[in-house]
């Protein structure tokens, strides 16, 4: 009752490693489950030894004149037509599985093929929005807004050194004015000096006022009202001293003088306001 298995499980070993190539992730799960089958098979196979065994010894026991030699061959027979059947249904199952193993398997370098070119155009429109990107930044630090910046900065700096032009210009002008001023002063005190010195020389000598009818001692010149005759007959009252008026004289040209003295006064009063 010995039945070899070797020719069979030699196969099974070559169709397995043959199998292996395919390099494909789920093929041990493949493989697994035709080693699987194989299992399956090979229990169904002993059930049936175990059942054929048994009717042999039921047949001995039936017919015990029988040739036992013809029923082993017999058996044998059976056996390996059995096992030639079983085997070619496995072959045919691993050529199936392993062509389809093949054909997934070229549609998948295909997809891969496939996947590598969309990376590269990927890669590719990469590079192109990185070149975009880059001229973008370039655009917008020449854009209008910045050259309006800076438009407007060279502006302001143009404003600001003509308000300092017109600063400086003004402080010149200050101090030229402040000299001008001080000039003025001077002048204006000098004009009060000399106009209290007029007034001094339009004043009687005698009664202090605005002189009247004037009448000029010779030879001093000192200036008296026409009313005023104690300050000029005999001495001058302003020389005070022992010298003799030689002569008097009516000046009309000292009221010509006052006159034009009460203009010029007019004139100082308008001008202070
Ligand atoms: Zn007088
Ligand atoms: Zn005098």
Redesign the pocket.
């Known amino acids: 009752m010995l039945i070899s298995k070797l020719p069979l499980l030699e196969q099974a070993t070559s169709q397995k490693a043959l199998f292996n190539k395919t390099k494909i992730n789920y093929e041990i799960s493949n493989s697994l489950s035709v080693e699987k089958a194989y299992r399956q098979t090979n229990a169904l196979k002993s059930k049936r030894q175990l059942s054929i065994i048994k009717q042999s010894n039921e047949s001995k026991k039936q017919i015990p004149t029988q040739n036992d030699e013809s029923i082993l061959k017999r058996i044998q027979a059976t056996k390996s037509q059995s096992d030639c059947q079983i085997f070619e249904k496995l072959q045919q199952e691993f050529e199936q599985k392993y062509q389809e193993q093949v054909r997934i398997s070229e549609d998948l370098k295909l997809e891969n093929v496939k996947l590598k070119m969309q990376l590269e155009e990927q890669e590719q429109q990469i590079i192109y929005l990185k070149l975009i990107n880059s001229d973008l930044r370039y655009q917008i630090d020449n854009s209008t807004l910045a050259q309006q910046l800076k438009k407007l900065e060279l502006e302001y700096k143009d404003t600001y050194r003509r308000m300092d032009d017109t600063l400086r210009k003004a402080i010149d002008e200050n101090y030229e004015s402040q000299i001008k001023m001080k000039n003025l002063q001077i002048k204006s005190q000098q004009l009060e000096q000399f106009t209290f010195s007029l007034r001094q020389q339009l004043t ?1 000598k ?2 202090r ?1 605005e002189l ?1 009818n004037t009448i000029t001692v010779i030879p001093c010149a000192h200036n ?2 026409q ?2 005759v104690s ?1 000029y007959v005999g001495r001058c009252f302003a020389c005070n001293d022992d010298s003799v008026v030689q002569a008097t004289y009516h000046n009309e040209y000292i009221s010509d003088l006052i006159n034009m003295y009460k203009i010029f006064e007019n004139i100082m009063i308008i001008l202070k306001t």
């Open positions: 009687c005698f009664c006022k009247q008296y009202c009313r005023c300050g």
